[in-house]
C-alpha cells in the first residue's frame, strides 16, 4: 500500500475487518431481502468505537483522525453497505458537525450518546423541491420565547425512521438566501415532529429513507447549531466530510466486487479451461484494480489534508466523484464477468451493482461535485494547490 499507514491505523484496520467480515458480512444478504435495520450491529459497532469515531474521548469519541476511519468505514462497506451508509452518515456529518460547531451543552446532551452508538444520527437538508439546491428549501423556523417552531417536510432521509437525534436546516429569515438557513438538533419525539413515508430502494434496502415532517415542531432554543444564519455554512462543511465518507464506502463495495470477480473467474471453467485465462476478461480485472486503487489513494488523500487542517473541499469532491463513478463501472463488469450468475440473487454482486447506484447521487451528485471542483479551479487562490 503506497501511502504509508502508522500502527494504530493498520490495527484499527485489522480490527474492523475481522468484525466487519465476521459479523456483518454472512447476513448481508438477508438484511437486503428482508430491509431489516442493523440495529443490533450498529450497537456493537458502538462498543467497538466504531459510532463517534473522530470524536474526542472526552465526549465517548474513539479520537482517531479521518484517515483511521476511512479505513473503517472501507471495511464495513466491503461486509454491508447498508450498515456502511448509517455509520458514514452518522460520522461524519452528524458527530463531527456536533462536534464542531455545537456548544458544551449540546456536547454533553446529544454528541455523548451518538458517539457511545446509543442512538443513531441523521442529517436532513435535502426537501421535496430542493436537492442539489438546498438554499432553496422552503422548511422555516420562527423564534417563539424559549423555543423554535419547525414547519416544513424533509426527504430521502438516510436512518429518518431510527434516528435518535437529527440535524435539520430552516430557513429563520425567508428574505435572505443561504445566509437565511439556520441548523437545529432535533430530538425524536419532539412535539410535532413526525417520520413520514418510507422509500421503496433499488439498493441499501437496509438502510431506511425516510420524510421527515414537522408541524409546529416545538424544540428549545438551545437546539440551534452555531448562530442564526450559519446554517447553509455549518451544512457544507457536514458535506465536505460526508463526500469523503461516500469516497471510502464506494472504495469498499468496488473492492468486494473485484474480490467475488476475481474468485468467480478463477472457479468458472468454459471452452476447458477457467475464464481467469481469457484475456478480454483478466483486462477487465486489470482496469477494475487499477481505478480502484486510484479511487483509495484520492480518498486517503482527502483524508489527510483534513487531518493536517488544511482546506480540502475539492479534494473531497474530487474523491466522491471519482470514487462514486468508478464503484459504477467497477460494480457492472465484475457482474459481466459473472455472466448470468451475476443476474441473479444467488450471488452478491448483484446486490453491490444496486447498492452503488445512488453513491453518484447522495450527498451531491456528480454534476455538483463537478460544479464545486470547477468553483474551486477557477478561484484566484486555487493556482498550484493540486500539485
Ligand atoms: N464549506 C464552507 N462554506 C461553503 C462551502 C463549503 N464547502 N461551500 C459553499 N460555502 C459557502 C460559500 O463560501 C458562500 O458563503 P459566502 O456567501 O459567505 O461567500 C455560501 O456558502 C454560498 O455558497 P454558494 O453561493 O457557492 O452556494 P450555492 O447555492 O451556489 O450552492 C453547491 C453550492 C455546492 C452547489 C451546494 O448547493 C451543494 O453542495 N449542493 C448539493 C447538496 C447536497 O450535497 N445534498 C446532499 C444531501 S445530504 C445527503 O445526501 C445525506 C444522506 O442522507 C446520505
Known amino acids: 500500500m503506497p501511502f504509508k499507514l502508522t500502527d494504530e491505523q493498520i490495527m484499527i484496520q485489522t480490527m474492523v475487518r475481522d468484525f466487519a467480515r465476521e459479523v456483518l458480512l454472512p447476513t448481508a444478504m438477508e438484511r437486503d431481502r428482508t430491509k431489516e435495520f442493523p440495529a443490533e450491529n450498529l450497537r456493537k459497532m458502538g462498543t467497538l468505537g466504531l459510532m463517534g469515531m473522530m470524536v474526542p474521548p472526552e465526549y465517548n469519541g474513539a479520537g482517531v483522525d479521518t484517515l483511521s476511519y476511512v479505513l473503517a468505514l472501507q471495511e464495513v462497506a466491503y461486509a454491508c453497505a447498508s450498515t456502511a451508509v448509517v455509520m458514514s452518515v452518522h460520522n461524519s456529518i452528524v458527530c463531527e458537525t456536533i462536534n464542531r460547531f455545537g456548544t458544551e451543552e449540546q456536547k454533553q446532551t446529544y454528541l455523548k450518546p451518538l458517539a457511545a452508538g446509543d442512538v443513531i444520527g441523521a442529517f436532513a437538508l435535502t426537501e421535496p423541491e430542493a436537492g442539489s439546491d438546498p438554499v432553496s428549501q422552503l422548511t422555516w423556523a420562527e423564534r417563539d420565547g424559549e423555543h423554535y417552531i419547525i414547519h416544513g417536510t424533509k426527504r430521502f432521509i438516510t436512518s429518518g425512521k431510527h434516528a435518535g437525534v437529527t440535524i435539520i436546516t430552516a430557513k429563520t429569515d425567508k428574505t435572505k438566501r ?15 415532529f413526525t417520520v413520514g413515508k418510507t422509500e421503496e430502494k433499488m439498493g441499501l434496502c437496509a438502510s431506511d429513507t425516510t420524510d421527515l415532517v414537522f408541524e409546529d415542531c416545538r424544540i428549545p432554543a438551545g437546539n440551534l447549531l452555531g448562530q442564526e444564519g450559519d446554517g447553509f455554512k455549518i451544512a457544507m462543511t457536514a458535506l465536505d466530510g460526508g463526500r469523503i465518507g461516500i469516497a471510502a464506502q464506494s472504495v469498499g463495495v468496488a473492492q468486494a466486487a473485484l474480490d467475488a470477480a476475481i474468485s468467480y473467474a478463477k472457479a468458472r471453467e468454459q471452452f476447458g479451461q477457467p475464464i481467469s485465462k481469457f484475456q478480454g476478461l483478466r483486462w477487465m480485472l486489470a482496469d477494475m484494480a487499477t481505478e480502484l486503487e486510484a479511487a483509495r489513494q484520492l480518498t486517503f488523500s482527502a483524508a489527510a489534508m483534513k487531518d493536517r487542517g488544511e482546506r480540502y473541499t475539492m479534494q473531497a469532491s474530487i474523491a466522491k466523484l471519482f470514487a462514486s463513478e ?9 457482474l459481466q464477468i459473472h455472466g448470468g450468475y451475476g443476474y441473479i440473487k444467488e450471488y452478491p454482486v448483484e446486490r453491490f451493482y444496486r447498492d452503488a447506484r445512488v453513491f453518484t447521487i447522495y450527498e451531491g451528485t456528480s454534476e455538483i461535485q463537478r460544479v464545486v471542483i470547477a468553483n474551486h479551479l477557477l478561484e484566484d487562490r486555487y493556482v498550484g494547490t493540486l500539485r
Open 178 to 192: 443561504h445566509k437565511g438557513i439556520s441548523a437545529f438538533i432535533v430530538k425524536k419525539g419532539a412535539p410535532g
Open 326 to 334: 468508478m464503484v459504477n463501472r467497477v460494480t457492472a463488469k465484475a
